[in-house]
Every structure is written in C-alpha cells, then in structure tokens.
C-alpha cells in the first residue's frame, strides 16, 4: 500500500485518492497524504521537491 500511494504522489500530488492537504498549527509549513485511513505520509515542499518529512498514524504530531 505505501509504496503504491508513494508512486501515485510521485505522479501526481494532488491526486484525489491520496487527500493531499496543508496541515495546521505547529506542522503548517507541511502538508500530508494518506495511505490507508490510519496511516499518513507528512512532507514539506521545496520548491518543486517534495522533502518527506515523517510516516506514521494520522493521531501523531
């Protein structure tokens, strides 16, 4: 599954099945897209790169 939604991401960000979106509060200089409905891939951007920044449960910081 991850590496499945890690080559949709590659492909297209914004793709609807993985919910690509900014985070808030502490993590809003990241966004986030999910992998399954408790695990999530968090990223920031640097210019056209996406850095990964943490993989983990949707209830982690």
Known sequence: MLRAALRR????????LLR???LKGEMEAHWAFSV???????FR????????VNLGSHDEP
């Open 36 to 42: 399954d409905d408790d695990l999530r891939v968090v």
């Open 9 to 16: 991401f590659a492909a297209e960000p914004q793709d609807p």
């Open 45 to 52: 951007w640097d210019g056209e790169e996406a850095l990964l």
């Open 20 to 22: 690509t979106h900014m």
